[in-house]
């Protein structure tokens, strides 16, 4: 059994800390780096993992997610694809999501 060790982004992470990892990452797992790269969602997967950080959006278990208000759980297949639609029409999950990620989160400091 293969097991991945994910490390959380320290708050103070600069821009060149980040790409100092993800070159790591891409020279020593290429392959799942390559598949992350190269994942269509992988917007709308950060923007819910933002989400979760801010309160946006919970996370219940291992693959169960649900937005505040709503008692009803989705993996993270069934929460992209509702993202995807709520973004094409405009409506207000995705909008208060994305409100909520935009407010909260502090943006990467560059370095210097």
């Given amino acids: ?5 994910f490390m959380a982004i320290p708050d103070n992470a600069t821009e060149l800390y980040l790409q100092t990892e993800v070159t790591k990452i891409a020279e020593n797992e290429k392959e799942e780096y390559l598949r992350i790269a190269d994942d269509e969602d992988k917007t ?14 919970f996370k219940k278990g291992v693959n169960s997610y649900s937005e505040p208000g709503n008692t009803v759980t989705y993996s993270l297949e069934e ?14 999950l995705y909008l208060k999501l994305e409100a909520s990620v935009n407010t909260y989160l502090k943006p990467i400091k560059k370095s210097k």
């Fill in 44 to 57: 709308l997967k950060v923007l819910i993992l933002n989400g979760i950080k801010t309160g946006a959006m």
């Fill in 79 to 92: 929460m992209v694809d509702r993202l995807k639609k709520a973004k094409e029409m405009s409506d207000d």
């Fill in 1 to 5: 059994m293969n097991t991945k060790k």
